[in-house]
């Protein structure tokens, strides 16, 4: 499975999965609504942030292009099936359109794991820096005779 594919099905599928949990939570304590949006956004980032830092790390080409695509991938399936799940009854997930779902929804999903991506792969490439840089500039030891 290519890179962008498994990332684009884990982070589409995560954000299924939090979105139906929201979608209980806010049945049950809606007037908890804002933390749990706060705490399903901050899930999100967190694994994207992470992913993103090991890429920095393992110093790969070509992670921009995989981020967007698999940004763009979980956007929009993760919207469709967010949409299609929302036809199930027992199941609200906002009662929003198709067009709505696939378009602005989608595009909100692509910058979600697109933006913390870039970030966490700045860090994870400044860290990796950091660190073959500090291991160079050490001297080494003479052996004693």
């Not at 921009?64 to 399936?77: I, S």
């Not at 490439?125 to 160079?136: F, I, K, L, Q």
């Amino acid at each position: 499975m290519t890179a962008w594919v498994l990332r684009a099905t884990v982070l589409g599928a995560l954000v299924v999965a939090l979105r139906v949990l929201l979608g209980f939570a806010m049945g049950s304590l809606p007037t908890y609504g804002t933390f749990w949006r706060a705490a399903c956004l901050l899930v999100i980032i967190a694994v994207v942030v992470a992913w993103g830092v090991r890429d920095g790390r393992s110093g790969d080409d070509g992670l921009t292009v995989r981020w967007l695509a698999a940004g763009f991938g979980a956007g929009l399936a993760s919207s469709a099936v967010s949409w299609m799940l929302d036809q199930v009854p027992g199941i609200e997930l906002g009662d929003a359109g198709l067009l709505y779902e696939v378009t602005s929804a989608a595009s909100f999903i692509l910058l979600l794991v697109f933006l913390p991506a870039m970030a966490g792969i700045a860090f994870g490439h400044s860290r990796r820096s950091t660190e073959s840089g500090s291991a160079a500039s050490e001297p080494e030891l003479a052996p004693a005779s």
